[in-house]
């Protein structure tokens, strides 16, 4: 068995088509589907090896029958070779355009940008014009047109999607950057650029192709006639101007004859092409397709009784015996201008409707319809009739499209743009207008006809002399439309007369006169009554005017005419030329005075002329003595009418010549005239597409073989005589037409040659020399108007070395031109350029030998020009900068006229004129250059010459250009290719010819310079992909070059300049966004890598041999190169990166062993590590701060963490001296990396607070290292993204931490503690104050007012102590005013904190499985807040439950939240031990500045008891600390400590009746101090407490207060005694409720009021029974009209200050004891005295000095046993003594304090927590409905209460609850309590501010004691009513 081998395939092989879908069964066959293309590499049997397009990394094999061959080729040109399909290359194009959008257009999809169905519809077009072009049936013209739509469609799509420019050639290839010069390229690019914005290439509209052709034709098919005929008609189409009124063309007939609609191949058939047409024409702006619709038949009218019969009727044939008669039917007009203009488009094979407006026979004729038809006209009036036509624009004449050759042709009605020599017309364009005749004999108006026909002197008629148009034969006689009835007939009938070349001129038009008659025998009998004529050539051998003509109609008489009399032609024949008072006759002629008639003509002829002088000319040997005065004369005739006789003109001229061969006396003459005529046709603007006439004359018929003597002979006068006046105008007149006269000389001497021989070459050599020499001699005479010869011999001269290099020697002729140029004076110095370019581009300078002589003096020339143009750009330029300020302000106050006085003007026109000298000599550099680039087989040597004498100049006018002129890409250019052009030879040759190294240092500093800033500021746009990538090919190869250079030259002696100045070029060079390929397309990256290969790489690599090359100079350059070594390395490549990275490591050994003294050398300290640094402190400080700045710029990745991690470990674990050192410094940025990463990623989120904990973390890093420059930076951006989010708060604590880094003292500011916005500050102290008061307004914007004076004191103390400036003292004291009367009187709205879990692996990775406590927003509810959470993460799932989460959601790729309600827990403040404290003061510290918090949970501890829930009631309370206080830098922080304890039933309900007591105090409190307040809140809460209909009251806690319960739980009896104590409080406290609710109760609610007394009653009489009697410690109130105001004196004051001292201090009585040893002083403080020995701990004090409208709070500290306690009470019969005293109190309306007009006074002795304002029944629903983190709710039950701290859990509500409160407003006074709405009014609710706690003496026992818990939520009037 034979053992099949993998072979080869042939090249024409490689590509196949995939026709099946293939699954590749094993992981070494590759997958495709239907339409793939595949690439082929080898061949095994019947299976493939290869890789398919769209994945050419994977190769493998698949099947051979799957696939089909497609013929291909490989261009070896890319390096390897690229598979092409051997196809049309513009289908190739195509389908890699399509594969290309259609990637990018998916995109655009799915983010529904507005360019998607823009790029779909340019797809489809591309998709049907590759149809097309595939089917192979497109003509030549049509495919031309194809593709440059093709190409113009693909360039608009590249330049829609931000693709690169597409760069073509004049037929539309894409260029090869390989073979053309890059010179040539930047022009190609601008050109494509310019036609891309100027809108050439859309393929829209035919008519912007007109610039590019002289002339055009337009195609028309007439598709069909939908028109009401009942006989024959003709249809007559002509081109219409109707601005001007005006018919353009030739007219086309169509004969329609009945059955033609039904001739398919005939109706294929009515094609005409109307030619000739010229720019304007397509331009003109109403442009029409019109024509005429004329019926032929009988004379007879034949008057229709039936309805109409459209075309499609059948009729029945007219006799051939019966004479024809033409008829007016109706205009036709379409407008061509929209389409022509590009306002339609002018599809292919498009049908378009041309309407018809009928005419009748009187007062509406064909011409006046048309009038009509043009201006408007709607469906109404052509009523659906009409001609259905196609038409197309085709560019170029008739000769450009020989498919159409079958086609009718109508040309143009005279001249087109271009006569050609061979295009002869001797036709004559004739419109009949119209005429007048009489009635004669007739009843009614003749119905006239008219027969024209063209007689020669005897009266025979000329047979096909007359056509009436394109598509008809030609005529004997042409017999007009005939008007019925009408005596002034308007015909407006255009017929062509065709002359006979070179015939009988003597030819007239005779035009005669007949009426037809509607009878057709009278019709026959009907003889002319009327003739008329005119004669084609006039007397004076001219032809007829191009005018209009009233000829003479002579008036016939019938019987004795006879058709070949010719009599008349002695009569006058036009009006003019009649005699007054005479009436011409002859025989049967007399003129008739009353009949007219009119005539237009126009003349086209190439033989006949109408200029008199012009003819005199052409026929001068009838009259040789008039030679000279003809010749004389030939100025004044018309420049068209030469041109149009040129040949002949020409042919006469020469003729005179020769024929006085041997004399001189015309000479001068016919050279004038010669002149004359050329100058028409080379200057005149108009007529130079006449120039191809002139060389079409040159070359085919021009015969004078001996005229070049004389012409040399005359322009050698007219330079010898140069200083005669006459001779300067003769000579600057033939300077310009010199070309011509140089082509003319020398191909009559070639003529001579051909016929004599070649005998005296040396003779015409000598003249032509003496000749150039003479104008060399004119270059240095000096005269009045030589310099304007001068001009015109530098303008014209050159173009003349063409033509004289074919007769004359190249090498002489080039010294010669040499001289010329080497001649010139800096005051021509335009002129020499001009003059310098011609040479460039003429032949001369393509024949080596000739360019060895001129190139020298040609760079010459351009070096002082480019040395002069620096010169003036810089004194330009200064006087520029000196008087632009200037006058800049005389103009701004006098006017412009200053800018003259200044000399600015002088100064513009000089920078004008300066930069277009600029232009001219890198124009011209270009040039040269481009030609060496072409001829580069032997340039080699001018290659050399071009770069030793400009290439410094041009890198020094690169380095002075401005990067916003318009000449800096050409100029770039120029640079490129000279170095792109230049050989290692060159190179050595050029470094060669410095006279020392340091003007070689000097040079290759300016190129390094130079190459960097293109690279980095690259002066080409984006889309010049392959301009670019030639620039940058071109950079590389230098920098190989100077490398060499570098290290052989500038090593010892050390240059650090350069080498720093390559390295800096290089890795710029590498690091530039053009060379990234992973940012490109497939198709762009893989051809960019065939042409030139991944160019960082290479650059790599030439890097790290310069950098071993240093050796001991290394430590020079560290660690300045860290950073651009570092972002060398963060280029995405593996190889780079494997490459480059140890670098770092080399570095770090460099720092490590640099000598500690100065004098030390690097090799001794590696030897003796005792005296170098051991550190790399330096480059690890500079690694880190370039590693922020690039990874945060976008650059590294995962993948490059991995590889620097890697190799760099591996390099220092090996290392002895830096193991531990090298360790740790990866791994330290190893973590910077990780971070700034995740940083990078966070930053392009929309999530702003994960950018701010992000930023956080780096700020955390930068401080742990002690980084302080990256520290104080990501301040200032936290700080940033504070503002941002308007988190004044958080930004005035990030800009605190840079202040505290700072010091109270005026030391420099170091660099590290700098930042940009405060850049200006110079010292510690100015920095720090300036910090200070933007942390003074950030915290006063967030209403941290308390934060914000702290910071003011220590601004006071700096002003008072140090600087002492008082003035700022006074303004900060003012500030500081400002923000105590902040505290005082501004609403300051608490906010809230909630703890959210973050569970799972799915949030980033600071996020995962980690506990935030956050800090809400401004009356943000737990609600709000985790909907806020929630769309920062919309993918994650909320968690019903607080239980703690196991490892399935821990360990989980999704999303977990946890969200919950936590309470802030303030530590105790010594401050306010014993003082009086408003509640606005108190009210910040409870929630500011806390790192504890704690919420509570349900849990079930117990079997639960079905008859009372609470009794089995269990809490786990949860105590959380922060890893940082809030507010902080951050709105929220890290949980690092949690402890969990358990809260029993008991101590639940304990608690619960604090909560709740303290709530309806708070109430009372606030409707006593505001009877404003809606009093629906107070109602609520006392029906809840005292009617307990639903949850039971106080029967709930009876199971706490049984013996059973003691007996099972004996711990507990101290507790169950508290219980009892809040039981028996509660009740003073609804008591005054119900006082203050009766006393605002309205009539409406008395009956509740009623109830809720009698209610209270029983509830009292039970609770009081059971628990014992306990005191009110509500302060004393007393009515508003009883209060009587007293001023104590000051004794009083002391007696009074001292009993509230003694008050405060006072031991509080056990629970349950009576009031019997606290101080009395009035009876009006009654009640407080016995608040203060009953136990309570809020005692009020009445005071008309305390603080107006405000409470005030003794804060205590209860730190002993003693404190706790107060004296027992005295017995029953003292309470029953103050109840009745209470009771008569009651009556006076005294009871309650006197809270409006004084202050309460309140002693803490526990810990204050807020309390959060009621909740809605709508929001409760919520809470308990929505099964979130934060919430927790039990089934209902009548029966059951469902308790937690604040919001953490769901609790039952109240239907009649109101809704949440709303965001406060300020009050005129100040308040204790927020407002909400209700129902029927506002209701007050307690604020959080005004919440105080119960005493130590209520609280349970410690042991451990439970932290107190917070205040539940508003409870339900069922929880209330247990309370």
Not at 49 to 66: E, S, V
Not at 118 to 137: P, Q, W
Not at 855 to 870: K, T
Not at 981 to 988: R, V
Request: net charge neutral.
């Amino acid at each position: 068995m034979t053992v099949q081998t993998w072979v080869p395939v042939k090249d024409a092989e490689r590509f196949a088509v995939a026709v099946y879908n293939f699954v590749g069964a094993g992981p070494e066959q590759i997958q495709f589907s239907i339409g793939e293309t595949l690439h082929i590499l080898q061949r095994c049997g019947d299976w493939y090896y290869g890789y398919t397009l769209k994945n050419r990394a994977f190769r493998g094999i698949f099947p051979r029958g799957f696939v089909r061959i497609k013929k291909c080729i490989v261009d070896k040109s890319l390096g390897t070779g690229a598979v092409i399909p051997r196809e049309n290359p513009l289908v190739h194009e195509i389908t890699s355009v399509l594969r290309e959008w259609g990637q990018i257009w998916k995109t655009l999809y799915v983010g529904r940008d507005g360019h998607m169905s823009k790029v779909a519809d340019m797809m489809d077009e591309l998709i049907r014009h590759r149809r097309k072009i595939i089917s192979g049936t497109l003509p030549t013209d049509e495919l031309r047109e194809v593709k440059r739509r093709v190409t113009a469609t693909i360039d608009r799509g590249n330049l829609v999607l931000g693709l690169d420019l597409v760069v073509r050639d004049e037929q539309g290839n894409i260029l090869n950057p390989d073979v053309i010069s890059a010179v040539q390229l930047y022009r190609q690019h601008e050109q494509a650029t310019r036609r891309l914005n100027e809108g050439l290439g859309d393929g829209s509209t035919t008519s912007q192709q007109g610039p590019q052709h002289n002339s055009h034709c337009l195609y028309v098919t007439v598709r069909n006639c939908v028109c009401r005929l009942d006989e024959d008609a003709e249809i007559i189409l002509f081109l219409y101007d109707a601005a001007a009124d005006q018919v353009l063309t030739e007219n086309y007939v169509v004969s329609w004859k009945e059955g033609l609609e039904k001739n398919i191949e005939q109706l294929s058939s009515l094609r005409v092409l109307f030619t000739d047409l010229s720019n304007g024409d397509i331009a003109l702006p109403r442009l029409f397709l019109a024509g005429f619709v004329v019926k032929v038949g009988t004379s007879a009218r034949q008057e229709m009784t039936t309805a109409r019969r459209s075309m499609q009727a059948s009729h029945k044939p007219t006799k051939k015996a019966v004479e024809m008669c033409r008829r007016p039917c109706g205009a036709v007009a379409f407008e061509l201008s929209p389409f022509f203009s590009g306002q339609h488009t002018d599809e292919d094979g498009v049908d378009r409707f041309m309407p018809l407006i009928p005419c009748g026979d009187k007062d509406n004729s064909l011409e006046d319809s048309l009038r009509r038809l043009v201006g408007g006209v709607s469906v109404r009036d052509h009523k659906g009739q009409g001609l259905w036509i196609t038409f197309r624009l085709l560019p170029g004449d008739k000769e450009q499209h020989p498919h159409q050759a079958k086609m009718a042709l109508a040309r143009r009605r005279g001249f087109p743009d271009v006569i050609l020599p061979t295009d002869g017309r001797n036709d004559l364009y004739l419109t009949l207008v119209g005429g007048e005749f009489s009635r004669g004999n007739k009843v009614q108006d003749r119905n006239v006809e008219v027969t024209m026909r063209v007689c020669d002197v005897d009266g025979s008629v000329m047979t096909g002399a007359i056509e009436a148009g394109a598509g008809c034969e030609p005529l004997e006689e042409y017999r007009s439309v005939v008007y019925w009835h009408e005596s002034r007939p308007r015909w407006a009938e255009n017929v062509k007369v065709v002359l006979p070349v070179g015939g009988d001129c003597t030819s007239h038009l005779r035009f005669t006169f007949k009426h037809r008659s509607n009878n057709e025998v009278k019709d026959k009998t009907e003889k002319p009554f009327g003739l008329a004529y005119v004669n084609l050539i006039q007397k004076n051998g001219t032809t007829l005017k191009n005018t209009r003509h009233e000829l003479n109609v002579y008036k016939v008489d019938a019987k004795r005419f006879d058709e070949g009399d010719v009599s008349y032609l002695t009569l006058p024949a036009l009006r003019s030329e009649l005699v007054d008072g005479t009436r011409p006759g002859s025989g049967p002629f007399l003129l008739s005075l009353r009949d007219s008639f009119s005539l237009q003509s126009l003349t086209c002829s190439t033989k006949l002329t109408q200029n008199v002088d012009l003819l005199g000319l052409l026929k001068w040997s009838s009259e040789p003595a008039k030679l000279r005065e003809r010749l004389s004369l030939l100025h004044r005739i018309d420049k068209e009418e030469i041109v149009k006789f040129l040949r002949d003109s020409l042919d006469a001229l020469f003729h005179i010549l020769i024929e006085h061969e041997q004399d001189h006396e015309y000479d001068v003459d016919v050279f004038n005239a010669l002149v004359t005529i050329i100058s028409s046709v080379a200057t005149e603007r108009r007529y130079q597409h006449f120039q191809p006439v002139l060389e079409a004359y040159l070359q085919s018929a021009f015969s004078a073989t001996m005229v070049h003597r004389k012409l040399i002979g005359v322009l050698q006068g007219y330079l010898d005589t140069v200083n005669q006046a006459e001779s300067q105008l003769r000579l600057t007149s033939a300077l310009p037409c010199l070309r011509y006269v140089f082509k003319f000389i020398i191909k009559s001497r070639q003529l001579y040659i051909k016929m004599n021989g070649s005998d005296d070459d040396g003779m015409f050599e000598a003249s032509i020399q003496h000749l150039l020499r003479s104008f060399n001699s004119l270059m240095m005479a000096k005269g009045p108007r030589i310099e304007d010869v001068q001009n015109s011999v530098l303008l014209y001269l050159p173009s003349t070395m063409d033509d004289l290099i074919t007769v004359c020697d190249p090498v002489q002729l080039s010294q010669t031109v040499a001289e010329l140029v080497a001649m010139l004076t800096s005051r021509l110095t335009q002129q020499r350029l001009a003059v310098i370019s011609r040479l460039v581009h003429s032949q001369l300078f393509v024949r080596h030998e000739c360019r060895h002589v001129l190139l020298p003096e040609v760079g010459r020339a351009i070096g002082q020009m480019f040395d002069l143009q620096q010169h003036q750009d810089s004194r330009v330029m200064t006087t520029l900068k000196r008087k632009g300020k200037s006058s800049a302000k005389l103009a701004k106050l006098f006017g412009e006229q200053h800018a003259e006085e200044l000399g600015l003007d002088k100064a513009n026109v000089d920078l004008k004129r300066t930069t277009e000298e600029l232009r001219l000599c890198i124009d011209i550099l270009a040039d040269v250059l481009d030609v060496l680039w072409r001829q580069r087989a032997g340039a080699s040597a001018d290659v050399g010459v071009v770069v030793l004498q400009l290439l410094r100049k041009v890198i020094q006018t690169v380095i002075g250009v401005d990067r916003d002129s318009t000449l800096v890409g050409s100029l770039v250019a120029v640079l490129v290719s000279m170095l792109r052009q230049m050989e290692m030879n060159h190179y050595e040759q050029y470094m060669a010819q410095f006279s020392d190294v340091t003007d070689q240092l000097h040079f290759i500093i300016e190129i390094l310079l130079v190459l960097r800033d293109l690279v980095s500021k690259c002066v080409y746009p984006p889309d010049w992909c392959e301009m670019v990538m030639l620039q940058n090919s071109v950079i590389l190869k230098a920098l190989r070059l100077f490398s060499h250079t570098i290290r052989d030259r500038f090593l010892d002696p050390f240059e650090t300049q350069i080498w720093n100045n390559f390295f800096h070029c290089a890795i710029s060079f590498l690091t530039q966004n053009p060379l990234q390929l992973e940012n490109f397309t497939a198709t762009k990256r893989s051809r960019l890598l065939a042409r030139y290969k991944d160019m960082r790489k290479s650059t790599a690599q030439e890097i790290c041999t310069m950098w071993i090359s240093l050796g001991q100079h290394k430590i020079s350059f560290v660690p300045s190169l860290v950073g651009p070594f570092l972002e060398m390395t963060l280029v995405p490549d593996p190889e780079l990166r494997a490459m480059t990275i140890p670098l770092f490591f080399d570095m770090m050994q460099c720092e490590f062993y640099a000598p500690v003294r100065p004098d030390a050398q690097y090799n001794d300290t590696k030897r003796q590590t005792v005296a170098s640094k051991c550190n790399f402190k330096e480059f690890e400080c500079e690694m880190i701060n370039k590693l922020d700045h690039l990874v945060e710029g976008g650059r590294g990745d995962g993948y490059y963490l991995e590889v620097f991690r890697k190799k760099m470990l591996d390099l220092c674990e090996h290392h002895s001296s830096m193991r531990e050192q090298g360790v740790r410094f990866v791994n330290m940025v190893t973590r910077l990396m990780e971070r700034l990463l995740e940083y990078r990623s966070i930053m392009r989120d929309e999530n702003e607070e994960n950018k701010m904990s992000c930023t956080v973390i780096l700020l955390h890093f930068y401080s742990e290292i002690g980084c302080q420059e990256m520290y104080i930076r990501y301040l200032h951006k936290l700080c940033t993204l504070h503002l941002a989010a308007d988190k004044f708060i958080e930004a005035g604590f990030t800009l605190k931490l840079h202040a505290k880094a700072l010091q109270w003292s005026d030391e420099p500011l170091p660099s590290l503690l700098r930042h940009r916005t405060y850049a200006h500050l110079e010292t510690h102290r100015a920095m720090k104050e300036a910090l200070y008061y933007d942390i003074i307004m950030y915290f006063d914007k967030g209403n941290l007012w308390e934060a914000a004076l702290e910071l003011c004191k220590e601004l006071v103390r700096q002003y008072e102590e140090q600087t002492f400036d008082y003035q700022q003292l006074s303004e900060l004291l003012k500030r500081m005013s400002r923000l105590y009367d902040k505290i005082l009187h501004e609403i300051r709205p608490m906010p809230g904190y909630f703890r959210v879990a973050f569970c799972g692996r799915g949030f980033p990775a600071f996020l995962q499985n980690k506990v935030f406590v956050y800090r809400g927003r401004e009356y943000e509810r737990l609600t709000d807040f985790s909907a806020r959470i929630q769309c920062l993460f919309p993918k994650a799932e909320l968690m019903a439950s607080l239980a703690p989460p196991g490892p399935e959601t821990t360990e989980s790729l999704q999303q977990y939240l946890q969200i919950n309600s936590v309470d802030p827990d303030m530590e105790s403040n010594k401050r306010f031990s014993g003082k009086p404290v408003t509640e606005k003061i108190l009210q910040y510290y409870r929630i500011n500045d806390v790192d504890r918090f704690v919420y509570s949970r349900p849990i079930r501890r117990t079997p639960k008891d079905p008859d009372n829930p609470f009794a089995s009631l269990w809490l786990e309370r949860t105590v959380m600390r922060t890893a940082s206080k809030l507010p902080g830098i951050l709105g929220w922080s890290i949980v690092e400590e949690c402890s969990t304890f358990d809260v029993t039933p008991l101590e639940n309900a304990i608690e619960t009746m604090t909560s709740a007591n303290r709530a309806l105090r708070q109430l009372v409190l606030s409707h006593r101090s505001d009877e404003t307040l809606p009093l629906n809140p107070l109602t609520q809460k006392l029906s809840g407490i005292i009617d307990a209909a639903v949850m039971g009251g106080t029967a709930n806690y009876e199971t706490f207060l049984t013996a059973q319960y003691l007996e099972e739980n004996p711990d507990d009896g101290e507790r169950v005694e508290r219980l009892k104590v809040l039981i028996a409080k509660q009740i003073p406290l609804l008591e005054a409720g119900l006082e203050t609710h009766g006393m605002r109760v309205s009539d409406d609610l008395q009956p509740l009021q009623s109830r809720l007394e009698e209610l209270f009653s029983r509830m009292k009489r039970d609770v009081q029974s059971q628990f014992g009697v306990q005191e009110s410690d509500l302060p004393y109130h007393r009515p508003p009209g009883i209060m009587r105001h007293h001023r104590p004196s000051l004794a009083e004051w002391d007696r009074q200050d001292s009993a509230v001292s003694d008050t405060s201090a006072a031991a509080l009585s056990p629970p349950m004891q009576s009031n019997g040893g606290a101080p009395a002083f009035t009876r009006s403080l009654i009640n407080l005295s016995q608040s203060l020995a009953g136990g309570g701990t809020l005692k009020a004090h009445k005071s008309s000095t305390s603080l107006p409208r405000s409470q005030t709070v003794f804060y205590k500290q209860t730190s002993s046993p003693a404190a706790t306690s107060t004296p027992a009470p005295r017995g029953r019969e003292r309470r029953t003594q103050e109840e009745r005293e209470r009771r008569r109190d009651a009556k006076r309306g005294s009871l309650t304090s006197q809270l409006s007009d004084a202050s309460t006074i309140i002693e803490l002795s526990e810990e204050l927590r807020p309390a959060r304002p009621l909740r809605s029944e709508v929001e409760r629903e919520r809470r308990l409905t929505r099964p979130t983190s934060g919430q927790y709710a039990l089934r209902p039950s009548p029966s059951v209460s469902t308790l937690s701290s604040r919001d953490s859990l769901g609790v039952t509500v109240d239907e009649d609850e109101p809704p949440p409160p709303p965001l406060p407003a300020k009050q005129g006074r100040q308040m204790s309590s927020f407002e909400e709405p209700a129902e029927n009014g506002w209701r007050a609710t307690p604020a959080p501010s005004e919440v105080v706690t119960a005493t130590a003496a209520d609280s349970p026992p410690a042991s451990p004691p439970p932290r107190p818990p917070p205040p539940p939520p508003k409870r339900s009037a069922s929880v209330d009513s247990l309370l």
